[in-house]
């Protein structure tokens, strides 16, 4: 078996491991090592060629593709080494990974620092269990993207979507724009799950109707799909008797959620979070494992690709610390989602690191709101707030924590009201239940 | 088209674990044997739908086919496996029962196995049951321990069955549904399927849920198959290591009720419930009977979590009415047509038994039953890249670069694996067919990662274009076509004529037209204009 040394290994070549593995090199790490299971660099960006990538981060509308040749050239630049068609086999606690290809065969990488990047999976019908025939027809959105855009074929005639995630609502546009018709789209929530740009230019500039609260209940067809039985749903999404109808069609795509990709962090044994089933991770995104540090969609999942790059960047710079034996050390605080917040992560700030620069905490709203603040609580106290004009569990909400907000001190378990344990609370409140309570919180 | 002719001493119609199961056993004797099976593949109905049980026989009343079968099925089934390379375990197996009633019924189970000749049944006490297995529902009170119960995989033995068959000499026709019989003074003379007609010595039906209709054929109405539906979940490697051994509950008169149960790759299964259908072709699952499922097998392990489900499915079994047993032996009136019918549970488990049977009454009804002395009854189990360890791993690598190539990155399926399953001896031509050869699309994204390059790789080995390659034969397509075919359709309805006949004032256009304007406009797009309609 072929052995390699290094700083950093870096697992998944898609925008997550691109940018970590360029910011560990461009940090000071030594060997760098990329590693992809797929034939090219860029990962899932290689087959999403609609435009919309990189409006943040490059102030440039670029498609997929063009966002991933940034970064390739960015990782090629700073010097990183790649290793293609290769697939990672075995993650250990000890930092080795086993990964094989066809020229090299099984290759032992043995790191100083290791960054899962594996991005996600999509959740297929097993995982929401449509009831049904099982005919040929019935593909994960992705997989039908990958079909139309990288292989050259269609996957069917007639469409209807199930879910409104970004990438069914992508492929309903693309389909149509491919001569498919795309007869409808369903969410089972109330509201849509993919972007609100999403749903504007791929649904209602195409004509294509979106159905919020209907979910598929049944699939016919023996051999290929041939119709589906759609439902409305009640408030807690239980199919409502006698409001199904058949919608003919030979494809159902469906767009149901990703699944953060963690079998290998698993098989290292670390914390993971129940809610994003990825890691919990520290604000340089180390896991609880030493030495194993995640990203992008392993950690949660991203709905735009900026703040994958900006998540990896962190991933990056915290690898090269650890391989120059020059991470933080000292107290950590725990993050927790509080009031109308689903998950915050990271999960753990390290004090030094909150007194020295912007510490950024991505979340998700568990209900769309309008005009609220977002706002980090330590020990009962507002240490930090923002105000938005709406937020959507589709739409991430980052909170970039300020130098100084939160000192040592303040997090203190003394201050931090009972519990051996200090927390920093994110929760999202309606602004006009307002400062008389909370206090002290800035305008 | 003349049809074509072949001439058979016995013909097997239905190439599920029965049918193939008898002709491995025929394929020891000097006989000429032709195993007809409508499906593209073997194995592809109830044999790919069950709970990939061995049971212990506990269950069958004395004296019936099932007990008797049962019983001598299981003691075969180590050696049978050993010999075809097939995936078996020797679990053990729990009947829970969660009431003193219930025990009474558990000593009346191991009384009848004791009947029945199933070796080792024991009671056991609530403390061993959760020693051996902790997730189970800690009010259980007692457990019928069967130490002969055990796991398999019912397509990987009806294809190493089908696959021994073939490489001893019986002839194997896919894609061959019996249309028609012929029946002179009293006996089955050939058996037709589209395109081929073979004249024949003996029949035997193993057609599953279509036995009755294939007796029909030859004028009998003796049973009825009343498809009896049974839904499953499949659960994630994640948590397949909630149970050790498959867990009953007590049964019921008609079904043993919802089980949870290992499986032999790891995963965790749980069902079935049981619904009479009506129709053969209904193997769809429903939301109540799921919700059955999964309530049952929570009964069993409370901690079961619904989110680990990677796929659902639905199994049709053969319930012959009025026998209520298997019904095997002459159908009355035609005794060289021998039915192999009525295979419900416990038919994989009794199947190299029924094998046997099959062999005996052929023998008995005049066959001769001369052993082969070049019969190889050893079929290698095909090399499983996740199956190795690493040194044997870089050895093939080193053979074979395909070896290197991981095509599912669920169950570390590589390249090699799946080329080597489309070129066996029995052709696999679909993607549950390499599913089931190699486990590529078993896994827990389903296919969303290796579908598109197994439809590549069955492309370039088998020739068959990308938008022909099925799922599982017949029109199961998974592609409808190159991508802008559609688009070419529709923009070339587009051109002029057809605008006018689109208003209504040239609608005496004939078809020939739409034809042209679709072939001009490709030549156009070919050269890179895009003068004709406009999309």
Same mark, same amino acid.
């Given at each position: 078996?072929?052995?390699?040394?290094?700083?950093?290994?870096?697992?998944?070549?898609?925008?997550?491991?691109?940018? &970590?593995?360029?910011?560990?090199?461009?940090?000071?790490?030594?060997?760098?090592?990329?590693?992809?299971?797929?034939?090219?660099?860029?990962?899932?960006?290689?087959?999403?060629?609609?435009?919309?990538?990189?409006?943040?981060?490059?102030?440039?509308?670029?498609?997929?593709?063009?966002?991933?040749?940034?970064?390739?050239?960015?990782?090629?630049?700073?010097?990183?080494?790649?290793?293609?068609?290769?697939?990672?086999?075995?993650?250990?606690?000890?930092?080795?990974?086993?990964?094989?290809?066809?020229?090299?065969?099984?290759?032992?990488?043995?790191?100083?620092?290791?960054?899962?990047?594996?991005?996600?999976?999509?959740?297929?019908?097993?995982?929401?269990?449509?009831?049904?025939?099982?005919?040929?027809?019935?593909?994960?959105?992705?997989?039908?993207?990958?079909?139309?855009?990288?292989?050259?074929?269609?996957?069917?005639?007639?469409?209807?979507?199930?879910?409104?995630?970004?990438?069914?609502?992508?492929?309903?546009?693309?389909?149509?724009?491919?001569?498919?018709?795309?007869?409808?789209?369903?969410?089972?929530?109330?509201?849509?799950?993919?972007?609100?740009?999403?749903?504007?230019?791929?649904?209602?500039?195409?004509?294509?109707?979106?159905?919020?609260?209907?979910?598929?209940?049944?699939?016919?067809?023996?051999?290929?799909?041939?119709?589906?039985?759609?439902?409305?749903?009640?408030?807690?999404?239980?199919?409502?008797?006698?409001?199904?109808?058949?919608?003919?069609?030979?494809?159902?795509?469906?767009?149901?959620?990703?699944?953060?990709?963690?079998?290998?962090?698993?098989?290292?044994?670390?914390?993971?979070?129940?809610?994003?089933?990825?890691?919990?991770?520290?604000?340089?995104?180390?896991?609880?494992?030493?030495?194993?540090?995640?990203?992008?969609?392993?950690?949660?999942?991203?709905?735009?690709?900026?703040?994958?790059?900006?998540?990896?960047?962190?991933?990056?710079?915290?690898?090269?610390?650890?391989?120059?034996?020059?991470?933080?050390?000292?107290?950590?605080?725990?993050?927790?989602?509080?009031?109308?917040?689903?998950?915050?992560?990271?999960?753990?700030?390290?004090?030094?690191?909150?007194?020295?620069?912007?510490?950024?905490?991505?979340?998700?709203?568990?209900?769309?709101?309008?005009?609220?603040?977002?706002?980090?609580?330590?020990?009962?106290?507002?240490?930090?707030?923002?105000?938005?004009?709406?937020?959507?569990?589709?739409?991430?909400?980052?909170?970039?924590?300020?130098?100084?907000?939160?000192?040592?001190?303040?997090?203190?378990?003394?201050?931090?009201?009972?519990?051996?344990?200090?927390?920093?609370?994110?929760?999202?409140?309606?602004?006009?239940?307002?400062?008389?309570?909370?206090?002290?919180?800035?305008? | 088209?003349?049809?074509?002719?072949?001439?058979?001493?016995?013909?097997?119609?239905?190439?599920?674990?029965?049918?193939?199961?008898?002709?491995?056993?025929?394929?020891?004797?000097?006989?000429?044997?032709?195993?007809?099976?409508?499906?593209?593949?073997?194995?592809?109905?109830?044999?790919?739908?069950?709970?990939?049980?061995?049971?212990?026989?506990?269950?069958?009343?004395?004296?019936?086919?099932?007990?008797?079968?049962?019983?001598?099925?299981?003691?075969?089934?180590?050696?049978?496996?050993?010999?075809?390379?097939?995936?078996?375990?020797?679990?053990?197996?729990?009947?829970?029962?969660?009431?003193?009633?219930?025990?009474?019924?558990?000593?009346?189970?191991?009384?009848?196995?004791?009947?029945?000749?199933?070796?080792?049944?024991?009671?056991?006490?609530?403390?061993?049951?959760?020693?051996?297995?902790?997730?189970?529902?800690?009010?259980?009170?007692?457990?019928?321990?069967?130490?002969?119960?055990?796991?398999?995989?019912?397509?990987?033995?009806?294809?190493?069955?089908?696959?021994?068959?073939?490489?001893?000499?019986?002839?194997?026709?896919?894609?061959?549904?019996?249309?028609?019989?012929?029946?002179?003074?009293?006996?089955?003379?050939?058996?037709?399927?589209?395109?081929?007609?073979?004249?024949?010595?003996?029949?035997?039906?193993?057609?599953?849920?279509?036995?009755?209709?294939?007796?029909?054929?030859?004028?009998?109405?003796?049973?009825?198959?009343?498809?009896?539906?049974?839904?499953?979940?499949?659960?994630?490697?994640?948590?397949?290591?909630?149970?050790?051994?498959?867990?009953?509950?007590?049964?019921?008169?008609?079904?043993?009720?919802?089980?949870?149960?290992?499986?032999?790759?790891?995963?965790?299964?749980?069902?079935?419930? &049981?619904?009479?259908?009506?129709?053969?072709?209904?193997?769809?699952?429903?939301?109540?009977?799921?919700?059955?499922?999964?309530?049952?097998?929570?009964?069993?392990?409370?901690?079961?979590?619904?989110?680990?489900?990677?796929?659902?499915?639905?199994?049709?079994?053969?319930?012959?009415?009025?026998?209520?047993?298997?019904?095997?032996?002459?159908?009355?009136?035609?005794?060289?047509?021998?039915?192999?019918?009525?295979?419900?549970?416990?038919?994989?488990?009794?199947?190299?038994?029924?094998?046997?049977?099959?062999?005996?009454?052929?023998?008995?009804?005049?066959?001769?039953?001369?052993?082969?002395?070049?019969?190889?009854?050893?079929?290698?189990?095909?090399?499983?890249?996740?199956?190795?360890?690493?040194?044997?791993?870089?050895?093939?690598?080193?053979?074979?670069?395909?070896?290197?190539?991981?095509?599912?990155?669920?169950?570390?399926?590589?390249? &090699?694996?799946?080329?080597?399953?489309?070129?066996?001896?029995?052709?696999?031509?679909?993607?549950?067919?390499?599913?089931?050869?190699?486990?590529?699309?078993?896994?827990?994204?389903?296919?969303?990662?290796?579908?598109?390059?197994?439809?590549?790789?069955?492309?370039?080995?088998?020739?068959?274009?990308?938008?022909?390659?099925?799922?599982?034969?017949?029109?199961?397509?998974?592609?409808?076509?190159?991508?802008?075919?559609?688009?070419?359709?529709?923009?070339?309805?587009?051109?002029?004529?057809?605008?006018?006949?689109?208003?209504?004032?040239?609608?005496?256009?004939?078809?020939?037209?739409?034809?042209?304007?679709?072939?001009?406009?490709?030549?156009?797009?070919?050269?890179?204009?895009?003068?004709?309609?406009?999309?």
């Amino acid at each position: 078996m072929r052995t390699v040394e290094c700083d950093v290994a870096v697992v998944g070549a898609g925008p997550a491991g691109l940018a &970590a593995a360029a910011r560990a090199k461009r940090c000071g790490a030594g060997r760098v090592v990329l590693m992809d299971r797929d034939r090219e660099l860029g990962g899932i960006l290689n087959q999403c060629i609609h435009n919309g990538f990189g409006l943040q981060l490059l102030s440039q509308e670029l498609t997929g593709p063009e966002y991933a040749e940034h970064f390739i050239n960015e990782a090629r630049d700073a010097g990183v080494e790649t290793m293609l068609d290769t697939m990672v086999l075995e993650v250990t606690r000890s930092r080795q990974i086993v990964a094989v290809n066809r020229t090299e065969g099984l290759i032992q990488a043995n790191a100083k620092a290791i960054i899962l990047a594996m991005g996600a999976r999509e959740r297929n019908r097993g995982g929401v269990i449509i009831p049904g025939m099982r005919p040929a027809g019935v593909f994960t959105a992705g997989a039908a993207q990958r079909f139309v855009n990288m292989e050259g074929y269609m996957p069917g005639k007639r469409i209807v979507v199930l879910g409104s995630g970004d990438i069914g609502l992508i492929m309903a546009r693309r389909l149509t724009w491919e001569g498919a018709k795309v007869e409808a789209v369903l969410e089972i929530l109330p509201f849509p799950s993919g972007l609100t740009r999403n749903i504007v230019q791929c649904l209602n500039d195409q004509g294509i109707p979106l159905y919020l609260s209907h979910t598929v209940v049944d699939i016919h067809g023996e051999e290929r799909v041939e119709g589906v039985t759609v439902a409305r749903v009640d408030s807690d999404l239980r199919p409502i008797p006698g409001t199904e109808w058949d919608i003919e069609c030979d494809t159902l795509l469906l767009s149901v959620g990703l699944i953060p990709e963690n079998e290998l962090t698993r098989d290292v044994g670390g914390e993971l979070d129940p809610v994003t089933g990825g890691p919990v991770v520290t604000d340089e995104m180390e896991t609880s494992t030493p030495g194993i540090f995640a990203c992008g969609n392993v950690v949660h999942i991203h709905d735009l690709v900026d703040n994958v790059t900006r998540e990896a960047w962190t991933a990056g710079e915290g690898a090269a610390r650890l391989a120059a034996r020059q991470q933080p050390g000292g107290e950590t605080i725990r993050t927790r989602a509080g009031d109308g917040v689903r998950y915050v992560a990271p999960h753990l700030l390290h004090l030094d690191n909150l007194v020295a620069r912007d510490v950024r905490l991505f979340m998700r709203a568990t209900r769309p709101a309008e005009r609220v603040q977002v706002e980090a609580v330590v020990g009962g106290k507002v240490v930090f707030s923002k105000f938005e004009r709406v937020v959507r569990p589709a739409e991430m909400v980052v909170l970039t924590i300020p130098p100084g907000k939160v000192s040592p001190g303040k997090a203190s378990p003394d201050h931090a009201g009972g519990g051996s344990h200090p927390e920093l609370v994110v929760r999202i409140t309606p602004r006009d239940r307002d400062t008389a309570v909370e206090g002290g919180r800035k305008a | 088209m003349q049809a074509r002719r072949l001439a058979a001493d016995v013909v097997i119609i239905g190439a599920g674990v029965v049918g193939t199961g008898v002709a491995r056993e025929l394929a020891r004797y000097d006989v000429r044997v032709v195993l007809v099976e409508k499906r593209a593949d073997v194995a592809f109905g109830t044999t790919k739908a069950n709970t990939a049980l061995v049971h212990a026989g506990y269950d069958a009343e004395p004296g019936t086919w099932k007990a008797r079968l049962n019983v001598r099925g299981n003691s075969l089934y180590p050696k049978v496996c050993a010999e075809l390379g097939v995936a078996y375990k020797n679990t053990g197996s729990l009947v829970v029962a969660f009431s003193e009633a219930q025990v009474l019924h558990l000593q009346e189970l191991k009384a009848k196995g004791r009947i029945n000749g199933v070796p080792g049944l024991e009671v056991i006490p609530r403390e061993r049951v959760l020693t051996i297995e902790p997730d189970v529902n800690p009010d259980v009170v007692a457990a019928l321990w069967a130490p002969s119960g055990g796991i398999t995989s019912p397509w990987e033995l009806a294809i190493a069955f089908a696959e021994n068959a073939v490489a001893n000499g019986v002839e194997l026709l896919l894609s061959s549904p019996v249309i028609g019989m012929d029946v002179r003074g009293g006996r089955v003379s050939s058996v037709r399927c589209p395109g081929v007609v073979i004249d024949t010595g003996f029949v035997v039906n193993a057609a599953g849920i279509w036995a009755d209709d294939i007796e029909r054929m030859v004028g009998r109405d003796d049973f009825e198959i009343t498809p009896r539906r049974g839904e499953y979940y499949l659960f994630d490697k994640r948590v397949g290591h909630l149970v050790s051994r498959p867990l009953f509950p007590v049964p019921s008169r008609s079904t043993k009720g919802i089980v949870v149960a290992p499986t032999v790759d790891g995963n965790l299964i749980a069902g079935p419930n &049981a619904l009479l259908v009506g129709d053969k072709g209904d193997l769809a699952t429903t939301a109540a009977g799921l919700a059955e499922v999964i309530e049952g097998a929570r009964r069993l392990v409370p901690g079961l979590p619904a989110r680990e489900s990677i796929t659902n499915f639905a199994g049709l079994r053969a319930v012959a009415v009025p026998a209520g047993d298997f019904v095997i032996g002459a159908s009355p009136g035609v005794p060289n047509f021998i039915n192999a019918a009525g295979i419900q549970s416990p038919g994989l488990t009794a199947a190299p038994a029924i094998a046997e049977a099959v062999r005996d009454i052929l023998a008995d009804a005049g066959l001769e039953l001369a052993e082969k002395p070049d019969f190889n009854p050893v079929r290698e189990r095909p090399t499983r890249f996740a199956e190795l360890c690493r040194d044997e791993q870089s050895a093939l690598i080193e053979k074979n670069p395909l070896w290197g190539h991981i095509i599912c990155r669920c169950e570390n399926v590589t390249e &090699a694996e799946v080329v080597e399953a489309l070129h066996r001896a029995v052709p696999c031509t679909t993607l549950d067919g390499v599913k089931f050869r190699t486990r590529a699309g078993a896994g827990r994204c389903q296919g969303g990662f290796c579908g598109p390059r197994v439809v590549d790789i069955i492309h370039r080995e088998l020739g068959v274009a990308p938008e022909q390659v099925t799922k599982k034969g017949g029109r199961s397509y998974i592609l409808s076509g190159p991508s802008k075919d559609s688009l070419l359709e529709q923009t070339a309805c587009r051109c002029l004529a057809h605008a006018i006949r689109d208003d209504g004032q040239a609608d005496t256009e004939d078809v020939g037209t739409e034809d042209a304007c679709r072939i001009e406009m490709r030549e156009r797009e070919g050269v890179g204009g895009h003068a004709h309609g406009g999309v």
